[in-house]
């Protein structure tokens, strides 16, 4: 049985800022403080924190939604990929970003719920704050 949790964080920028930031190289490396490579189209593919995350966008629902195939240096050889849906929500002073991580190998679900607090969302929050 696959790991999946759902988290969500608001920011202070509007859905089409925060889907723009995402889905470019530049912008998402900035807020996460590493490198990121993205191919900001559907099957294009996507790599962050210097490879150590890769996959695939599968969806766009532009300023809505984003689906992406996502795995880690860290999944069993010959797991697939685990399953993340972006949902952009306007909210009064911004967006609510939700996250659906799923299909994640067994045991890994924990780390992965805390590595995006920490490696995502706080440094987000900060990024969207100052950000123009």
């Avoid at 807020?31 to 766009?60: K, N, W």
């Avoid at 967006?95 to 706080?122: A, K, M, V």
């Amino acid at each position: 049985m696959a790991d999946k949790f759902t988290v969500s964080v608001d920011l202070k920028a509007s859905p089409q800022r925060v889907f723009e930031a995402w889905m470019s190289s530049e912008e998402h490396g900035a807020f996460t403080g590493d490198a990121a490579e993205i191919d900001p189209r559907v099957g294009g593919e996507h790599s962050e924190f210097s490879g150590y995350i890769t996959g695939r966008t599968l969806e766009l629902e532009p300023h809505r939604r984003i689906v992406q195939s996502w795995r880690t240096t860290e999944f069993p050889e010959g797991s697939p990929d685990s399953h993340l849906e972006l949902l952009l929500e306007p909210i009064k002073g911004g967006t609510r970003l939700t996250l659906q991580h799923s299909q994640i190998p067994d045991g890994q679900g924990r780390q992965y719920e805390e590595g995006w607090h920490e490696h995502y969302f706080r440094s987000m929050v900060q990024y969207f704050q100052t950000a123009k």
